[in-house]
């Protein structure tokens, strides 16, 4: 068996999956557990959540730890790397950042995981959450043959996977593709992100953010702009013109072939979205847009639950 970790801001998820299972198609899960993403006591709690709920997973199927052939852990972001082993630093689950949001209940500004989960499991691969999708979408979904793509998850937030030429981009710290953080747009100084930024892309278009900042969730928007309200569809234009400004940005710096999107905002409104997007992309020089694909994540709402199996699907 091998054990898959979702790592997120809200909930951790532990599954397993049969080693055997290989191909065209993504094995099932043997056993999914999930619990709410731990954020109170010592600094290590959330590798000694995760070690918790892979034990109660392997209980579930009758097998002990030690014999999980490798552990692919897909998690927000951002790291940092502390002594080479990765730690996170994201402002939903550290409450000691400068942009967290209050009453997160820690002071932590950075929590170690990697080290821990080395220590007690042996090898394991941990990777950010869109590029660990990236990994999946290109080996089962939207990215297959592709090797000059990106995944991009319009969600809560915003986050991306990058990879050219083959190569899966990393970067120093392992936090290639957080352009859900750059600035692409004057925007709006009402726009507060996780990480501090005012107007960056997160703060002006992610579902985590439409509320406080234009006074109703994606949903409604996306459903009043189907409608027919004039307000709303302008709105959704105002969004789809940030995102392509991203995506065009993310094209012309990688001379990308194939874009995935997921992420519930788009995934839930994709029928809008992605005419819109493919009419924003397209308006830039076509030297560097012609001929790039946009499309929807082949493993749609699945990415999440695939990402980190992704990760360790060639490790025996
Ligand atoms: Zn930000």
């Given amino acids: 068996m091998k054990a898959c970790v979702d ?4 909930k951790v998820a532990v599954s397993l999956v049969d080693d055997a299972s290989s191909g065209d198609l993504p094995a099932p899960m043997a056993v999914r557990v999930v619990e709410p993403t731990v954020k109170t006591g010592e600094v290590d709690a959330l590798a000694r959540q995760v070690l918790a709920l892979i034990d109660t997973a392997c209980a579930r199927v009758g097998i002990e730890r030690s014999s999980l052939v490798a552990t692919g852990v897909s998690s927000c972001g951002p790291f940092v790397l502390i002594d080479d082993g990765i730690e996170v630093a994201n402002p939903n689950i550290c409450g000691g950042l400068a942009g967290s949001p209050r009453g997160i209940g820690n002071a932590w500004t950075h929590i170690p995981l990697e080290a821990p989960l080395r220590a007690a499991l042996g090898r394991v691969r941990i990777a950010n959450d869109a590029v660990a999708a990236l990994v999946a979408e290109r080996r089962w979904g939207a990215l297959k043959g592709s090797d000059n793509c990106a995944y991009v998850t319009w969600s809560t937030g915003v986050g991306v996977g990058l990879c050219v030429d083959g190569r899966v981009l990393r970067g120093k710290n392992g936090n290639a593709g957080h352009a859900g953080h750059s600035f692409v747009v004057d925007g709006d100084p009402a726009a507060v992100c996780g990480c501090g930024n005012r107007g960056d892309v997160e703060s002006m278009i992610a579902g985590g953010s439409l509320e406080h900042r234009i006074g109703r969730d994606a949903a409604s928007l996306m459903a ?3 409608g027919g309200d004039a307000q709303a569809d302008a709105a959704v234009q105002r969004l789809c013109e940030i995102m392509g400004r991203l995506l065009y940005n993310l094209t012309a710096t990688l001379d990308l072939q194939r874009i995935s999107l997921g992420g519930s905002v788009f995934l839930n409104h994709s029928t809008m979205l992605l005419p819109r997007l493919e009419r924003e992309l ?21 990415v999440g639950d695939y990402a980190a199996l992704a990760l360790v699907c060639d490790d025996r």
């Fill in 224 to 226: 009043a702009a189907a």
């Fill in 7 to 10: 790592i997120g801001g809200t």
């Fill in 282 to 302: 397209h308006r830039y020089f076509p030297a560097l847009t012609h001929g790039l694909e946009l499309r929807a994540a082949g493993l749609a709402d699945k």
